[in-house]
């Protein structure tokens, strides 16, 4: 299995500009979740998908970020306009979660890579 | 605010010895994990242990769990160099939202050869 997929791995942008951050969860996983990691805040949760339907977005910072899921097999973070206080690095992670919108698992999550995001 | 507070923040051993990080949490969980970072790199799942569970194992590592003290240790065995990384716990709720895992700042193992 080729694990959970991020593009780009890193992203420099100038201040004002659009970002999008994609992801490719691990196949069969229900749960999608987007995450930011940042030194001061540490590792904060930002939005979570079951069956490709936004669950939580309480942790969206603003109304600058937007997620979407079209497919099982695809998920998109937007910046839009990006500033130089959104610089982190941005995690993708896929469980394997309960199908039928039933409450969800809390198992094991798969982590990407990650995109370090530099805005100018 | 972190559910999950790591201590030490750092530290740093010789290869071979043992490492231990501790986690407190502040409210009831359904399980608890441990992940590793390792430098620019995404965390990988290392070891879940449920509520009802009070210590686990897995190759070089064990993690205990006391509940009424609602506090965890990793432990790793005979260090190498390779483990150097950070470490994360990540407490899953036993409430509404136990989809959420909410993960501490972490602590960063150096394992010098």
Same mark, same amino acid.
């Given at each position: 299995?080729?694990?959970? #997929?991020?593009?780009? $791995?890193?992203?420099?942008?100038?201040?004002?500009?659009?970002?999008?951050?994609?992801?490719?969860? #691990?196949?069969?996983?229900?749960? %999608?979740?987007?995450?930011?990691?940042?030194? @001061? $805040?540490? %590792?904060? %949760?930002?939005?979570?998908?079951?069956?490709?339907?936004?669950?939580?977005?309480?942790?969206?910072?603003?109304?600058?970020?937007? *997620?979407? @899921?079209?497919?099982?097999?695809?998920?998109?973070?937007? #910046?839009?306009?990006?500033?130089? $206080?959104?610089? *982190?690095?941005?995690?993708? *992670?896929?469980?394997?979660?309960? *199908?039928?919108?039933?409450?969800?698992?809390?198992?094991?999550?798969?982590?990407?890579?990650?995109? $370090?995001?530099?805005?100018? | 605010?972190?559910?999950?507070?790591?201590?030490? +923040?750092? !530290?740093?051993? +010789?290869?071979?010895?043992?490492?231990?990080?501790?986690?407190?949490?502040?409210?009831?969980?359904?399980?608890?994990?441990?992940?590793? +970072?390792?430098?620019?790199?995404? !965390?990988?799942?290392?070891? &879940?242990?449920?509520?009802?569970?009070?210590?686990?194992?897995?190759?070089? &590592?064990?993690?205990? !769990?006391?509940?009424?003290?609602?506090?965890?240790? !990793?432990?790793?065995?005979?260090?190498?160099?390779?483990?150097?990384?950070?470490?994360?716990?990540?407490?899953?709720?036993?409430?509404?939202?136990?989809?959420? &895992?909410?993960?501490?700042?972490?602590?960063? &193992?150096?394992?010098?050869?």
């Amino acid at each position: 299995d080729a694990g959970v #997929i991020q593009s780009p $791995r890193h992203e420099v942008t100038e201040m004002g500009q659009e970002v999008t951050l994609r992801c490719k969860p #691990i196949s069969g996983h229900n749960s %999608l979740f987007w995450y930011r990691q940042t030194m @001061m $805040r540490g %590792l904060e %949760l930002l939005i979570y998908f079951n069956n490709n339907v936004p669950i939580d977005d309480s942790g969206m910072p603003e109304d600058r970020f937007s *997620a979407k @899921m079209p497919n099982a097999s695809f998920s998109t973070l937007k #910046i839009q306009p990006s500033e130089p $206080r959104d610089s *982190a690095v941005y995690f993708c *992670a896929s469980s394997l979660g309960l *199908a039928g919108g039933g409450r969800p698992s809390t198992d094991t999550q798969y982590f990407g890579p990650g995109t $370090r995001l530099t805005v100018l | 605010s972190q559910q999950g507070e790591e201590d030490p +923040q750092a !530290l740093s051993i +010789q290869e071979g010895e043992n490492a231990t990080m501790n986690c407190s949490y502040k409210t009831s969980i359904n399980n608890l994990q441990w992940y590793r +970072q390792n430098s620019g790199r995404g !965390l990988v799942h290392l070891i &879940l242990i449920r509520s009802n569970e009070r210590e686990k194992h897995s190759g070089r &590592l064990r993690v205990t !769990l006391d509940t009424s003290k609602k506090s965890s240790s !990793l432990l790793i065995t005979a260090s190498r160099a390779a483990d150097t990384a950070s470490y994360f716990c990540a407490t899953a709720g036993s409430g509404a939202g136990s989809y959420q &895992l909410t993960f501490g700042k972490g602590t960063k &193992l150096s394992v010098i050869p």
